[in-house]
C-alpha cells in the first residue's frame, strides 16, 4: 500500500504490532533488570507485563519520535511519568525513569532505527522510518 505512514493507524494497533515485531526479530537489547523495575517514582509496582513492556515501551518511543523531530531522553521522562499519589494532598506530576527510557533509546540506536541528532536527542532514521512505516502499512492492511 503505497504512501502509508504511521500517522494513518491508530497508535495502540501500531505500537503492539511494532512491539510484537521487535520481539520476534530478537535483535533488541534488553536489560537484565525488566521484570523487577519500576518504570516511574510515581508508580508502586513494576508494570504487570514482565516480560513485553520494554518491547512495548520501545516501540511507543520509536512511533513518539516518528513523528516529532528529534526527542531528549528529558522529554520522554515528561511524557511517561504521571501522578504521584501523596496521600490526602493534590497529586503532583512526577517523571518517568530516566535510565528505562535512555536505555530504551540506546537499544533502538544499536539496532538502527534512531540516530543522534546533531542538535540534540535522537531522531528517526532513514532505516527505521521504512521499517515503521513498512508496519504501518501491514498493520492497516490487517486492520481491512
Known sequence: MPGVSVRDVPAQDFIN???Q???RQGKLEVPGYVDIVKTSAG???????A??????????????IYLRKQVGVGKLNKL????????????????A???INRKVMQSLQKIGVLEI????GRR??????RDLDRIAAQTLEDDE
Open 97 to 99: 525513569s530516566g535510565s
Open 21 to 23: 515485531f521487535l520481539q
Open 117 to 120: 541528532s546533531p542538535k540534540g
Open 17 to 19: 504490532a511494532y512491539a
Open 124 to 129: 528517526i532514521s532513514e532505516n527505521g522510518q
Open 43 to 49: 508508580n508502586e509496582l513494576p508494570p504487570q507485563e
Open 51 to 64: 516480560e513485553t513492556w520494554f518491547y512495548k515501551r520501545a516501540a511507543s518511543v520509536a512511533r513518539h
Open 80 to 95: 511517561y511519568g504521571g501522578a504521584i499519589n501523596r496521600g490526602f494532598r493534590p497529586h503532583r506530576h512526577a517523571d
